[in-house]
């Protein structure tokens, strides 16, 4: 046989081998349909995976982002506030103020607490009688109303404190009346609390 010849038979056969394939997958036949038809979809999901950037779980890929986004007021304070604050709310003498019996936190001016969190605070302040002079910054462009509420809320009604609920409205007008601004200092919020 001349080598021409064995080369067409080779690719006649290959491409019956192809169309066969095709055909399985597309009649869905049991034997050759499965086999095809599960290395399709483990194809798939090696591309679906390597499509998911570094850092972001399986889990969060796939679920609507609302649902993932849902954190209770414990976990919201532990991720946004807990670093600095504590998860006792005791701060860090000399660093951290405390959440826990601080008249910032506890008192009716819940505005003052909203403007605090949203646009940060740089300079002295006294806390029960300790000053602090550092620099917190701003974490409004990090939460939405709802998770901050959520945030001051869970810090006006935990450990000792027990102050009532703060609502989303109250951060929406707070942002609504300072605009974009940078950090405050506690003369502009009306001085320290006694
Ligand atoms: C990176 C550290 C850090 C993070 C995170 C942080 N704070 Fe602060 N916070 C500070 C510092 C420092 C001060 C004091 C700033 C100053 O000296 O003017 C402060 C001050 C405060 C005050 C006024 C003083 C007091 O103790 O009552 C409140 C209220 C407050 N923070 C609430 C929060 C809340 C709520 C969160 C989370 C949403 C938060 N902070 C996240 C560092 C932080």
Redesign the pocket.
Known sequence: MKIETVMKIKIVLVVAAIVCVAACERNQQPIGGIASKSATSALFTEKASASIPEGVSYVAAVMPSEVVQELDAAT??QQ??????QANGQ?IPA?????DN????TSDNVER?AA??VY??????V?NGQT??????P?GA??NDAE?AK??TY?RSSWSNQAAAVDAAVFAAVREKYGSRG?F??EELGGNES
């Not at 946004?80 to 604050?85: F, I, N, P, V």
């Not at 940060?120 to 302040?125: A, E, N, R, T």
């Open positions: 919201l304070y946004t506030c807990a670093a600095c604050h701060g660093a951290f103020p405390p959440l601080s008249p910032y936190v607490l605090i969190i940060g605070l740089q300079g002295p302040i806390v602090y002079t550092s620099v917190m910054a974490l990090q939460r901050l945030i001051a810090i950090m200092t506690i």
